[in-house]
């Protein structure tokens, strides 16, 4: 059973929708064949050693990110990647892209509306064997059943934790310093960053979208 917090949706266009909130735009992409040659000429050194596959998911993202874009007057925006690999975006604008084998998601806001963004997604399947240690933290041991700790919520939640709050504070984090409450809809870092986060799961998916006003 999933714990209070997680929305248990069943298409994908639904699993969106439900994540979706006020000023932040969000949407997704089937990833198809061909969605590499999307990099535009200032993003594709950052991938140039990397396999088609990753190309063709990082293409997908940028497609989804660049449509959302244009509803904020930025229109054929080149998102290049910061040393730490941050994606860069837009004076003004905050934003997160994310993908897993078949589906690429991206959104983007105002900073007047969010001061940061996140964004994860992994397919809807049991964490290898051995990980639930290393992902979930002692209180989240307390917190939450053993069925549940084995699937990739608190995974997908983490790393939207972090891919929000990571641009803003340069700190590095790993699956030990972000604690997820779903019941209190919250990521906190061990550095006292509290952010909003929610996870959706269906469709053969799980997403979490993690922001701060």
Not at 126 to 150: K, N, Q
Not at 168 to 188: E, K, M, P, R, T
Request: hydrophobic residues 45%; charged residues 20%; proline residues 4%.
């Amino acid at each position: 059973m999933l714990p209070s917090g997680v929305m248990s949706i069943v298409t994908i266009e639904a699993l969106i929708a439900s994540l979706a909130k006020p000023g932040i735009l969000l949407s997704h992409r089937f990833i198809a064949e061909g969605d590499e040659h999307a990099l535009m000429a200032r993003e594709a050194p950052f991938f140039e050693r990397a396999v088609v596959s990753v190309r063709r998911q990082s293409g997908a993202a940028r497609l989804v990110a660049r449509s959302l874009l244009e509803n904020l007057d930025h229109f054929g925006f080149a998102i290049t990647k910061e040393p730490s690999g941050a994606a860069v975006w837009p004076s003004g604008i905050v934003g997160s892209m994310a993908h897993d084998d078949t589906m690429a998601i991206a959104a983007v806001a105002r900073v007047t509306d969010y001061s940061c963004l996140g964004l994860d997604i992994e397919p809807a399947e049991e964490l290898p064997a051995g990980l639930v240690e290393l992902v979930s933290t002692p209180a989240e041991r307390r917190r939450y059943d053993s069925r549940f700790l084995a699937q990739r919520h608190l995974f997908v939640a983490k790393e939207a934790v972090f891919k929000a709050v990571h641009p803003a504070d340069g700190i590095f984090l790993d699956h030990h310093h972000i604690d997820i409450d779903l019941q209190g809809g919250v990521g906190s870092t061990s550095y006292g960053r509290i952010v909003k986060v929610e996870v959706a799961a269906g469709a053969g998916h799980v997403i979490a979208l993690a922001y701060q006003r």
